[in-house]
Structure formats: C-alpha cells, structure tokens
C-alpha cells in the first residue's frame, strides 16, 4: 500500500494536484474540484494538529469500514461523505489548491513523529497506517477528477 511519507509517492500526489485545473470536472459524484481540493484537506488536518480525541471513536467504524482505510482495495464511487465535510457553497480554486499542497507538505514533513493520537473516528492508527490513510484518500479523489 502507497504511504504519503514516502518520498516518491509525495511528489507524485503533488504533481497530480499540480495537473487540476479549474475547469477540470468530476467523473462521479456532485462537487466541483475546488470542493475537492476544500474536501481533502479535513483528514491532513487530523493527522498533523494531533490532537487526542475526546472519545474513543465509532464501533461502527471501527469494525466495518477501518481496515478499508489502509488496504489496497480502491474505494468505490460515491461513497456517503459527512455531512461536516461537504462543501455547500464554491470555493476559491487557486487558495484551496495551495492549501492542499501545504497540508500535503505538512503531513509529509511529521512522518518521523513519535507519538502519534488516535483518530476521532476510527480510532488508534500505525504511524505507517497514518500515512496510508493520507493517501488513499486523496488517491481516490484525484481518480475522481481525472488525475
């Protein structure tokens, strides 16, 4: 499985972020790609602020939907996105593209940390399942708008 923290596999997340283009359009789903980009900025957050949740998370997500974070199987199309984590008004493309790029950098750049929080939702991961998480993630919505 592709890890964010791996050096060749950083660029090319870059790179293709680098190939959107404003106009660029979605082959499923609803949001636009400056959503996208808004969209997949939530789980680089998590992994770089850290923060200890203040539950334990979901069993439900823990036990059905955890291991699908890090394995090689792709996602499918038009998974159910929280409703936190959907864009309902337009987005800049040009600020949410930089940002992601940044987050990407930042998430890259802590893969040597030591101590590693749970996620709030699915609970506690590997440090190497953190950067596996990180990728997929993106992976599938970069799969989503063509690149």
Known sequence: MK???DETVYQE???RIDNLE???AGQWGK???AQMLWHCQFPLRIAIENKKPKGSGNIFAKLFFKKALYNDRPWRKNLPTAPALKAKETK????EKHMLKKLVTDCHNVRHRETWNAHP???AFTP???GQ???KHLDHHLNQFGV
Do not use: D, K, Y
């Open 121 to 123: 939702l699915f609970g």
């Open 133 to 135: 998480v990180q990728f």
């Open 31 to 33: 949001m636009t790609v």
């Open 22 to 24: 404003e106009t660029t």
């Open 128 to 130: 190497q399942q953190w």
């Open 13 to 15: 997340i870059l790179s």
């Open 92 to 95: 800049n493309f040009a600020s």
């Open 3 to 5: 890890s964010i923290f």
